[in-house]
Nanobody
Framework: QVQLVESGGGLVQPGGSLRLSCAASGFTFRFYTMSWYRQSPGKERELVAV????????NYADSVKGRFTISRDNAKRTVYLQMNSLKPEDTAVYYC??????????WGQGTQVTVSS
């Protein structure tokens, strides 16, 4: 019954913006660290952004600092990734990830983001 459902991906031009959403159900969302990962063809999955359970600690990959913002709404059981100033190298499938002390780990199915002219 655990579900992480991503939405908001699509095709945008360089310099454009997208906001990804991940809706969670089937577990106690407010206790979990939430992350966004991404993966391009032929490359390993990489961590993009992290937010702790209360939203008090944030961390980002160097490649997205200043452009992406992770946030969460525990009442809505949703985590977001606001992506601004998008670059072609941001093209990837973006995955939502939930983690409770590495004991319970869940993944979404991913949403495609394509940045191209």
């Amino acid at each position: 019954q655990v579900q992480l459902v991503e939405s908001g991906g699509g095709l945008v031009q360089p310099g454009g913006s997208l906001r990804l959403s991940c809706a969670a159900s089937g577990f106690t969302f407010r206790f979990y660290t939430m992350s966004w990962y991404r993966q391009s063809p032929g490359k390993e999955r990489e961590l993009v952004a992290v937010i702790t359970s209360a939203g008090t600690y944030l961390n980002y990959a160097d490649s997205v600092k200043g452009r992406f913002t992770i946030s969460r709404d525990n009442a809505k059981r949703t985590v977001y990734l606001q992506m601004n100033s998008l670059k072609p190298e941001d093209t990837a499938v973006y995955y939502c990830h939930a983690d409770l002390e590495s004991r319970n780990v869940y993944w979404g199915q991913g949403t495609q983001v394509t940045v191209s002219s």
